[in-house]
């Protein structure tokens, strides 16, 4: 059974950094597509980034440029390193992981993903 288990949120300030993990377990986490995605209260959930196989990867245009994805298949750990921090990513950030279609497959689409973790929230304030 796939287990997803984030880490790393916090209350920082804007313009501050912080990095998310997402422990992976129950299966080799190289098979798995996987996303970083966050939901701020009364907002529905919006995908912030995603990582393929193959590695290659996908940012919500609020983010490039200040947010960056990687994995660690040896560790079973999926990363989200938050930088520039800003008041508007407030909100509880989850990963969640997908057996893909092909190994260059990374989706925005948070209904593709089957399995999810509890989320780790990240407050910003300004």
């Known amino acids: 059974q796939v287990q997803l288990v984030e880490s790393g949120g916090g209350l920082v300030q804007a313009g501050d950094s912080l990095r998310l993990s997402c422990a992976f377990s129950?299966?080799?986490?190289?098979?798995?597509?996987m996303g970083w995605f966050r939901q701020a209260p009364g907002k529905e959930r919006e995908a912030v980034a995603a990582i393929s196989r193959s590695g290659s990867t996908y940012y919500a245009d609020s983010v490039k440029g200040r947010f960056t994805i990687s994995r660690d298949n040896a560790k079973n750990e999926v990363y989200l390193q938050l930088a520039s921090l800003k008041p508007e990513d407030t909100a509880l950030y989850y990963c969640?992981?997908?057996?893909?279609?092909?190994?260059?497959?990374?989706?925005?689409?948070?209904?593709?993903?089957?399995?999810w973790g509890q989320g780790t929230q990240v407050t910003v304030s300004s």
């Open positions: 969640a992981a997908r057996l893909p279609p092909t190994t260059t497959w990374a989706s925005p689409d948070h209904r593709l993903y089957g399995y």
């Open positions: 129950g299966r080799p986490l190289s098979n798995y597509a």
